[in-house]
């Protein structure tokens, strides 16, 4: 196949849209099931290179959740607390720790599960039946994978009644070293990003704490290689191998942290025992209790606990979660890891991030303030390395 006809572009109007190759040579792909859509395909292309990576770096499965080409969580394959399994409702799961892949895909997919519905799904290994069965109870646009095992395959065919968008993508394929894109009617070319993100990247640790150990070595890669593939500005937080929150796409880096932290808050918080012990109606379905669960835990539009409220979703009233209650929780959280695609301009980054446990930093480098904010790391005991690297992506 050297092309292949999108119904459209971005958007409905943008007609007529299709992918090729420029050099009019074999796409690097076979579609398996449904029709991708012109940002199914860019979200594809974006994870694909995300879990390669990281399956590279760190010799483990990996899985990364894409929505509007910017992840919202990747994780290799660790197997999972018996609390993060509720959390991410795969408690009933008899054989997940048997598939380190399916281990990855429901620590990326549980992440941030308001953000990953209706997701991409990019799996560095030939998807096996146990992350099929788990893709298969969730809402999601599509996949991306080396090959399928026959019987996963299947079950992934039976989703969206028989339009699953499915991809299998050939491993060994190599893009050409320059890269072009047109804005409007201009053509841009740069070199490809291949710059490699291994452990050598963070040697050189410029706060008093030297300490780095290899848990955080390993969480600080994903942290980066995640960062590589979102929309810049961003940061990225991860903790037990994988990204636990993702602030992609704002022009303030502490806009970045802010959003990233919350994240990772609501991600601890969904592991406390009030919200894993919350008691749901039988019928409440996955992304309605998602819903509920992050207004439980975050008083936002809807109060789910008051009265006429709490009936809708509940078999008896919850009581709430307090503000005091969330910061002795989130108070007990230590050895995150934090990852930024530049710099931290001021000190302001570091004192958010401390609120969410994080105790590992890496970034770049190179701002007038690096004392300043070297200084603030120093007070709180953190570890930071500056990478001398910039992973802007756009």
Known sequence: MTEFELKYGCNPNQKPAKIYMKDGGELPIEILCGRPGYINFLDAFNSWQLVKELKEALGLPAVTSFKHVSPTSAAVGLPLSDTLKRACFVDDVADLDASPLACAYARARGTDRMCSFGDWVALSDVCDVTTAKLIKQEVSDGIIAPGYEPEALEILKSKRNGNYNIVKIDPNYVPEVQETKQVFGITFEQGRNNFEINRELLSNLVTKNKDLPESAVRDLIISLITLKYTQSNSVCFAVDGQAIGVGAGQQ??????????????????????????LPFKDDIGRPERDNVIDGYINQ????????????????????????????????????????????????????????SGVSYIAEPGGSIRDDLVIAKADDYGMTMAFTGMRLFHH
Do not use: M
């Not at 303030?252 to 012990?277: E, M, P, Y």
């Not at 709490?310 to 890891?337: H, I, M, N």
């Open 252 to 277: 303030s880096r502490v806009h970045c942290v802010r959003l990233a932290g919350s994240k990772a808050d609501t991600w601890f918080l969904r592991q406390c025992d009030k919200v894993l012990n």
């Open 300 to 355: 936002n539009e809807e109060d789910v606990c008051a009265e006429g409220n709490w009936q809708k979703y509940f078999k008896s009233q919850p009581s709430p979660l307090t503000e005091e209650e969330k910061r002795a929780f989130l108070d007990t959280r230590t050895g995150v890891s934090l990852g930024s695609d530049a710099f931290f301009p001021f000190p302001d980054n570091i004192e958010r991030a401390k609120k």
